[in-house]
């Protein structure tokens, strides 16, 4: 699996606090649309890890569902004999 990494994974902070975390290949035009939004204006955007390839070569991101191994207990009555 070969490709350009140009995917980013980033924190949208406003002072200390983190308003957003996302995925996008361009964090400079992602941080402008950020920054249009109300109350957001003051924020700036912090990457996160190295980069990453996107999520079209990583495949259909589906994960395979494990089968698990259960035992069936069958509860068996005792005969009623001795009850009195």
Not at 46 to 54: D, I, K, T, Y
Request: hydrophobic share 25%; charged share 35%.
């Amino acid at each position: 699996m070969t490709g350009k990494r140009d995917t980013y994974k980033y924190h949208f902070k406003n002072g200390r606090k983190i308003i957003k975390s996302g995925i996008t290949d361009d964090l400079e035009r992602r941080e402008g649309e950020h920054q249009r939004k109300p109350g957001w204006s003051g924020g700036h955007i912090l990457q996160v890890g190295r980069p990453a390839l996107p999520r079209r070569l990583l495949g259909s991101g589906k994960r395979s569902k494990r089968k698990r191994s259960c035992i069936k207990i069958e509860r068996v009555k005792a005969p009623a004999e001795n009850l009195l």
